[in-house]
Nanobody
């Protein structure tokens, strides 16, 4: 079973930056496109950034120009550089495949990414 471990969340002021990391067990990064999802309090989980196996990226309009997704397949690690953070970015951030795998599980996410 693939395990996904997210880290790097924290408390920042508006306009600040954070860098999230996602480490996966196994060689999932060489097989799947990967993405960062987020779930704000009281809202559904949404996909905010995607990177495919070739390194092409796509972003939700709400984060375009502020967030940058990257991956290091040799380290089974993916990153999300978040700049110019806004209160609306407050959420728990998760990494996972895009699209989601049938039977795939979620990590615990980065707790407490909060912009106040």
């Amino acid at each position: 079973q693939v395990q996904l471990v997210e880290s790097g969340g924290g408390l920042v002021q508006p306009g600040g930056s954070l860098r999230l990391s996602c480490v996966a067990s196994g060689s999932i990064f060489s097989i799947y496109a990967m993405g960062w999802y987020r779930q704000a309090p009281g809202k559904q989980r949404e996909l905010v950034a995607v990177i495919d196996k070739g390194g092409s990226t796509n972003y939700a309009d709400s984060v375009k120009g502020r967030f940058t997704i990257s991956r290091d397949n040799s380290k089974n690690t993916m990153y999300l550089q978040m700049n110019s953070l806004e209160p609306e970015d407050t959420a728990v951030y998760y990494c996972n495949t895009v699209p989601l795998r049938i039977g795939g599980t979620w990590g615990q996410g980065t707790q407490g990414t909060q912009v106040t």
